[in-house]
């Protein structure tokens, strides 16, 4: 009896076994199809397909076959080919005068060739892509932020950032390090700035460090809407760690909507001379030549949708109306700076993924990340340096915003960066 026991025992061990296996066989056959589904549906017919030196392969699309289509609220869009809009000069006074004019940058793929008229580029996704993901759904999106609490909310040391002599303060998240230049209180339907173009190291694959421009409207600290652009060094949904340029979007605080580049359904790409996503060359030399690129979004306030624009007034595209909600109309502050992203930030050992060059605000023009002429536009569709700005950063010993002014009468540089972890950042 004990023997028979034992034989059905060893069976039961054995088709366990067996359907184990079976089952972590489907797992792994259900992965694959789903990453090939999602393949299909990111990457769209091509035209014709440009191999970029940096391993890139850049796709020219049907502009009428986007991604930005699939998106439910923009099934019957038709598509704004350009601005309605232009924007009035600055007044000579307004210019930057603080330092020589910086030389500009390219994208790598554009030296193998361009996208027919009619065609956008995209940047091919592939496999290693998504795997690299932490799921499906989250490719291509920032992580969302951990729940509020007023306990888990982490300010300077004075908890304030200084702005139109008002003391606010400002709410930041638990894996994230900014270091920037604001503005808030009015209604903003623009911002620019010149970007200073840098190569800064990242230390874990789940890191980004960011320099950028971000508009945002909301309600509260979970409850608002972003529309951001810049460049961005990003292991994890590149690849690599190129510096690449980049635009986002957001309805809901980061939770679920929204993404990076065209990586979802939403932003409307018209331009077909630039790809999101895409690495941008050279960089700039600590001590040597400095290159910069600038970046702009606008609301066209006869249409309402949000433009980006990149380099000289080039219109790349734009995130349509019927996607927002609180920026329908306008945004209630801009931010100028960097971030960086890591679950070690504000942590011991802090990341020694840097920020900007790598160097601190105060090591100043050819040493330091800096944004030149920062702008916001209003209703009078007039470039301005903003009336009001301060300068924040979470954490002041890891990465610095310096609003550096260098004789009365010339208007500041903002310079910000730094190394991560250091003796002073732990």
């Not at 998504?130 to 300010?155: I, V």
């Not at 734009?318 to 801009?334: D, E, F, G, H, I």
């Not at 605000?361 to 330091?368: E, I």
């Amino acid at each position: 009896m004990a023997k028979r026991t034992l034989t059905i025992l060893l069976a039961i061990i054995l088709i366990n076994i067996v359907l184990s296996e079976d089952v972590k066989a489907n797992k792994s056959t259900k992965t694959s199809l789903d990453v090939d589904l999602k393949l299909k549906l990111l990457n769209k017919p091509a035209v014709k397909s440009i191999k970029s030196d940096d391993g890139d392969i850049i796709d020219c699309v049907d502009i009428h076959k986007q991604p930005a289509f699939d998106h439910p609220a923009l099934q019957n869009h038709t598509i704004q080919m350009r601005p309605s809009f232009h924007l009035k000069s600055e007044t000579p006074n307004t210019k930057n005068k603080a330092s020589p004019q910086s030389q500009v940058v390219a994208q790598t793929w554009q030296r193998n060739g361009r996208c027919p008229n009619g065609t956008i580029p995209i940047r091919r996704i592939r496999s290693q892509d998504l795997l690299r993901a932490s799921s499906l759904e989250s490719f291509g999106k920032k992580a969302p932020p951990p729940s509020h609490k007023n306990n888990a909310t982490y300010y300077l040391p004075n908890d304030l950032v200084y702005i139109n002599n008002t003391n606010i303060s400002l709410p930041s998240l638990s894996d994230r390090s900014a270091a920037i230049l604001i503005t808030l209180g009015f209604n903003y339907i623009g911002a620019q700035g010149d970007l200073n173009i840098w190569h800064p190291s990242v230390e874990s694959p789940d890191d980004y460090t960011t320099a950028q421009v971000l508009l945002k409207n909301g309600a509260s600290y979970d409850d608002f809407e972003t529309v951001e652009t810049g460049w961005v060094v990003n292991p994890k949904l590149y690849g690599d760690a190129l510096t690449r340029l980049f635009a986002y979007w957001t309805v809901d605080a980061y939770k679920s909507t929204g993404c990076f580049d065209l990586t979802c359904a939403g932003f409307v790409q018209t331009s077909q001379d630039l790809a999101l996503g895409a690495s941008l060359e050279p960089w700039s030399v600590d001590g040597g030549p400095q290159y910069q690129v600038t970046v702009a979004i606008n609301l066209d306030p006869h249409t309402g949708n949000w433009w980006l624009k990149v380099g000289q007034n080039a219109a790349l595209g734009y995130w349509p109306r019927s996607l927002l909600n609180y920026l329908k109309a306008s945004a209630t502050s801009v931010e100028w700076g960097g971030q960086v992203y890591s679950p070690n930030v504000k942590k011991t050992p802090h990341t020694t993924t840097t920020m900007g060059s790598g160097e601190y605000a105060s090591t100043l023009h050819g040493s330091a990340c800096y944004i030149k002429a920062p702008r916001i536009v209003d209703y009078s569709l007039s470039l301005k340096y903003p009336q009001w700005v301060g300068t924040w950063a979470d954490e002041p010993y890891c990465y610095s915003a310096y609003n550096y002014v260098q004789a009365p009468g010339v208007e500041p540089v903002f310079y910000f960066g730094g190394p991560g972890r250091n003796p002073n950042c732990p």
